[in-house]
């Protein structure tokens, strides 16, 4: 894990923001955007868009950037893509950061 590239990553509001929808979706997009939510796939890039009220370009780059870094993970499923957080990832960056500082 590169801290930097990480904390580069961290360092857009958004970007924070996103990951934190993704650790608990249901609480920050609507139900009928989770109608068909699996834990396992996580949430559909374009309810993330929507919530971001970012352009699709945009949301992808700034998701692209935190997979990038190993925080969320993607699965394509046919025409869609979803995003749910890196758990471990996380977790070991928190790690990181309490050794480091």
Same mark, same amino acid.
């Given at each position: 894990?590169?801290?930097?590239?990480?904390?580069?990553?961290? %360092?857009?509001?958004? +970007?924070?923001?996103?990951? #934190?929808?993704?650790? @608990?979706? /249901?609480? /920050?997009?609507?139900? *009928?955007?989770?109608?068909?939510?699996?834990?396992?796939?996580?949430? &559909?890039? %374009?309810?993330?868009? @929507?919530?971001?009220?970012?352009?699709? %370009?945009?949301?992808?780059?700034?998701?692209?950037?935190? @997979?990038? &870094?190993?925080?969320?993970?993607?699965? +394509?499923?046919?025409?869609?893509?979803?995003?749910? +957080?890196?758990?471990?990832? #996380? *977790?070991?960056?928190?790690?990181?950061?309490?050794?480091?500082?």
């Amino acid at each position: 894990m590169e801290l930097i590239m990480v904390f580069k990553a961290l %360092s857009n509001e958004t +970007r924070i923001n996103i990951l #934190i929808w993704l650790k @608990q979706p /249901h609480l /920050h997009f609507p139900a *009928e955007e989770l109608l068909d939510y699996d834990p396992n796939l996580g949430v &559909c890039v %374009s309810d993330i868009t @929507q919530k971001a009220g970012l352009s699709p %370009s945009t949301t992808s780059d700034y998701l692209s950037l935190l @997979q990038k &870094c190993g925080l969320i993970v993607a699965t +394509r499923v046919g025409q869609w893509t979803y995003y749910k +957080r890196n758990e471990g990832a #996380i *977790e070991t960056l928190n790690k990181l950061i309490q050794k480091a500082f």
